[in-house]
């Protein structure tokens, strides 16, 4: 079962959660009306590392090198802006 987060701005724009444990993944899914535009597969291992930036995780504990050569992918400037 999904959750649904209407986004602030209006104009149909949803955010689904829904977690797959059979898989290992929760997915996170972004909608305009009825239509998917974008949907990311988060393994299930991630959830509480995601639960703590949410909640306001102390962003000087993330050290922003370390991060970037686990998540190769995560371009440095959006490390370092998110801390």
Same mark, same amino acid.
């Given at each position: 079962?999904?959750?649904?987060?209407?986004?602030?701005?209006?104009?149909?724009?949803?955010?689904?959660?829904?977690?797959?444990?059979?898989?290992?993944?929760?997915?996170?899914?972004?909608?305009?009306?009825?239509?998917?535009?974008?949907?990311?597969?988060?393994?299930?291992?991630?959830?509480?590392?995601?639960?703590?930036?949410?909640?306001?995780? &102390?962003? &000087?504990?993330?050290?922003?090198?370390? &991060?970037?050569?686990?998540?190769?992918?995560?371009?440095?400037?959006?490390?370092?802006?998110?801390?």
């Amino acid at each position: 079962m999904a959750e649904f987060f209407v986004d602030e701005r209006g104009n149909g724009r949803t955010m689904r959660v829904s977690r797959h444990p059979d898989r290992g993944v929760a997915v996170v899914s972004i909608w305009a009306g009825g239509l998917c535009r974008a949907s990311f597969r988060l393994p299930l291992s991630e959830v509480d590392r995601v639960a703590e930036v949410l909640c306001g995780a &102390d962003p &000087d504990a993330i050290d922003p090198m370390v &991060d970037s050569m686990q998540y190769p992918g995560l371009a440095p400037e959006i490390i370092a802006e998110a801390s």
